[in-house]
T-cell receptor
Framework: DTAVSQTPKYLVTQMGNDKSIKCEQNLGHDTMYWYKQDSKKFLKIMFSYNNKELIINETVPNRFSPKSPDKAHLNLHINSLELGDSAVYFC??????????????FGEGSWLTVV | KDQVFQPSTVASSEGAVVEIFCNHSVSNAYNFFWYLHFPGCAPRLLVKGSKPSQQGRYNMTYERFSSSLLILQVREADAAVYYCACLGGSQGNLIFGKGTKLSVKP
């Protein structure tokens, strides 16, 4: 079973649309993340949730809204998609946050292409 | 600025020992993490820590601001992207480098 699973894996959509990427982890972790890998290949953190509460919100446009219905799920909703939103989005989880002993487990990524 | 630096590409031949170097300017960072990423798959943690460590064919060297990932007896199947990351910064994030693409000649 995949520990961190995200859907869809591929998404092609038009500018201006609203789309969501879902993420679920079955590891019993308390913390979940969304990372963005852009064309420059950096993996940059976007959001972090610990026990359904937002902990980290990096400089991300407010068109991006994470939603955590429970600690096993962290969905990413994007409004009014722009060309620059095209990237690979990785969901991840860890037992806790900011602890050196933690391992962050990643999903396989969701390729978003905005046309 | 909190950043992690690593070469964009490294080339090797089968059977060799490959070294991928990483250094950082991340505040309050004492731990390195090395991830392996095959495109289309989930990045996977290889080795981590605040001291030299080894996991199978993967060795990690450690200095306060730099680390190297050493891959022993490298194989063609090891061709992938290797990410170095540090835990630190103002919010205790895992901050990644751009990744090093390893190519392996037979």
């Amino acid at each position: 079973d995949t520990a961190v699973s995200q859907t869809p894996k591929y998404l092609v959509t038009q500018m201006g649309n609203d789309k969501s990427i879902k993420c679920e982890q079955n590891l019993g972790h308390d913390t979940m993340y969304w990372y963005k890998q852009d064309s420059k290949k950096f993996l940059k953190i976007m959001f972090s949730y610990n026990n359904k509460e937002l902990i980290i919100n990096e400089t991300v446009p407010n068109r991006f809204s994470p939603k955590s219905p429970d600690k096993a799920h962290l969905n990413l909703h994007i409004n009014s998609l722009e060309l620059g939103d095209s990237a690979v989005y990785f969901c991840a989880s860890s037992q806790d946050i900011g602890t050196s002993g933690n391992t962050i487990y990643f999903g396989e990524g969701s390729w978003l292409t905005v046309v | 600025k909190d950043q992690v630096f690593q070469p964009s590409t490294v080339a090797s031949s089968e059977g060799a020992v490959v070294e991928i170097f990483c250094n950082h300017s991340v505040s309050n960072a004492y731990n390195f993490f090395w991830y392996l990423h095959f495109p289309g798959c989930a990045p996977r943690l290889l080795v981590k820590g605040s001291k030299p460590s080894q996991q199978g064919r993967y060795n990690m060297t450690y200095e306060r601001f730099s680390s190297s990932l050493l891959i022993l007896q490298v194989r063609e199947a090891d061709a992938a992207v290797y990410y170095c990351a540090c835990l630190g910064g103002s919010q205790g994030n895992l901050i990644f480098g751009k990744g090093t693409k390893l190519s392996v000649k037979p």
